[in-house]
């Protein structure tokens, strides 16, 4: 963990919070970082030790071990604003009803110099299920507060996932009720380059099992089946998309044309089979 993350929590003006702080197998300072925080305010500060299972686990964790009403997550090297838990517990008195809410956030680079600010869409809000499958967005998934009992009716998150894992969340809460945000930046996300939506190809694969696990082993209803081919559609699109603006014409064409199940994408991809002739 890192002390500047666990003293965004302690400097929240909504002070009735408790950190589960999960040390997922660190070989790093985050123990003793960890416990020097939990010895001073062990009322509040609780540390969880587990060997190395990744982010999904260690979410899963610390949140079967929450005792509050309502969940929020800072990864270890993100912060919080100081009035972010105030914000958002205002905006569920507002809406009791939401599935989740969320709030912008600064993106900075793995140094923390800051490299754009991210607001909520104002769409963004309501009944976004289907949108979620179908448009792009910019929501985070760490600036999520969610009701510990929406998240359970949810199953958590799912630990098969390595990297679709907080649109899972999203797409299953959003069945459940309208979605919310808070128009402020409340949050700073530090981006590595390392980091997994780094690399589309394996965002792709995650994708596919993403759709598999949402739509797979039952039979469909027509608007369900649908909704999964123009979900495919989206995702054989964006590969298509990435391969044209890199001079991959031949793999762009074969990602268009496998994506001719959704009609948005049928006039462009008989545009590119004609271009293809000459290819």
Request: avoid cysteine; hydrophobic fraction near 45%; glycine fraction near 8%.
């Amino acid at each position: 963990a890192d002390a500047a993350a666990i003293d965004s929590v302690l400097a929240q003006t909504f002070t009735h919070w408790e950190l589960l702080i999960v040390d997922d197998g660190s070989h790093d300072g985050t123990a003793v970082i960890a416990d020097w925080y939990a010895d001073r305010d062990a009322s509040r500060i609780q540390v969880i030790r587990q060997p190395n299972s990744g982010v999904t686990v260690a979410r899963n964790t610390a949140i079967r071990r929450a005792r509050g009403q309502y969940i929020a997550f800072l990864d270890s090297d993100d912060l919080w604003v100081p009035d972010k838990l105030e914000r958002q517990m205002a905006a569920f008195t507002a809406h009791p009803d939401a599935a989740f809410i969320y709030t912008g956030y600064l993106l900075v680079d793995a140094e923390g110099r800051p490299m754009r600010t991210v607001r909520p869409e104002p769409s963004w809000q309501g009944d976004i299920h289907r949108r979620l499958w179908l448009e792009d967005n910019e929501i985070l998934g760490t600036t999520l507060m969610v009701g510990r009992e929406m998240l359970a009716r949810v199953g958590l998150f799912d630990e098969a996932l390595r990297g679709a894992e907080n649109l899972d969340v999203r797409l299953k809460l959003s069945k459940l009720g309208p979605v919310f945000f808070v128009d402020e930046v409340l949050y700073h996300y530090r981006k590595h380059p390392d980091a997994l939506t780094s690399r589309p190809d394996l965002m792709d694969a995650e994708h596919v099992r993403l759709i598999d696990a949402h739509f797979g082993g039952s039979v469909l209803d027509g608007s369900t089946r649908r909704l999964k081919r123009a979900a495919l559609a989206k995702l054989h699109r964006a590969r298509a998309d990435r391969a044209f603006a890199v001079g991959h014409y031949r793999t762009a064409l074969a990602a268009y044309l496998r994506g001719l199940g959704a009609g948005p994408l049928r006039a462009r991809a008989h545009a590119l089979a004609n271009a293809g002739r000459s290819l």
